[in-house]
Antibody
């Protein structure tokens, strides 16, 4: 049974850096892509970026200048850092597992609501 | 263009069939990339309903089915139940984005 458990600060001040971590339990860490996806309140889903166990990553061009996704294969964890946040970055953030080939998102974390406010 | 287009809302009565369309382009659905569908209840993570255009993960009722043709795809739900009331999202890989692309989502209301 695969489980993704995520945590991080729920309140971040404008211009500061959002930081979240996600631990993966069960399954193989090295044969999937790992991703962060967000959902602003009342809106749709937005892909933030992917990373492979090797560290190879791809980011949404709209966020690329501010995003860093990293992995710690010794702990089966992935992390998200989003710099210079504004109110527009307020959202429910999910970590997720992506199947190669189909790019289906088959497992999701529970979600972390991050609010950007002073 | 890196967009998947869905209608904002659809509705149907219990027991009826509804279809949710998803229109893409040559950089996603039209390029042959797989199309997925997700169901999201308020405040929860999305649930994978259909992957690889037509396949259901274990535990998804066969009332849910997917199809794909050209640059479009659709999700059909037969025998509508009150519990099907949720938001539904289509998703594919997009070569312009070089990553995962979601449709804007469709809210299904069971009348």
């Amino acid at each position: 049974q695969v489980q993704l458990q995520q945590w991080g600060a729920g309140l971040v001040k404008p211009s500061e850096t959002l930081s979240l971590t996600c631990a993966v339990y069960g399954g193989s860490f090295s044969t999937y892509y790992w991703s962060w996806i967000r959902q602003p309140p009342g809106k749709g889903l937005e892909w933030i970026g992917n990373i492979y166990h090797s560290g190879s990553s791809n980011y949404n061009p709209s966020l690329k200048s501010r995003v860093t996704i990293s992995v710690d294969t010794s702990k089966n964890q992935l992390s998200l850092r989003l710099a210079s946040v504004t109110a527009a970055d307020t959202a429910l953030y999910f970590c997720a597992r992506i199947r190669g080939g189909s790019y289906a998102v088959d497992y999701w974390g529970q979600g972390t609501l991050v609010t950007v406010s002073s | 263009q890196s967009v998947l287009t869905q209608p904002p809302s659809v509705s149907g009565a219990p027991g009826q069939k509804v279809t949710i369309p998803c229109t893409g382009s040559s950089s996603n659905i039209g390029a042959g990339y797989d199309l997925q569908w997700y169901q999201q209840l308020p405040g929860t993570a999305p649930r994978l309903l259909i992957y690889g255009n037509t396949n259901r993960p274990s535990g998804v009722p066969d009332r849910f089915s997917g199809s794909k043709s050209g640059t479009s795809a659709s999700l059909a739900i037969t025998g509508l139940q009150a519990e099907d009331e949720a938001d539904y999202y289509c998703q594919s890989y997009d070569s312009g984005l070089r990553g995962v692309l979601f449709g804007g989502g469709t809210k299904l209301t069971v009348l």
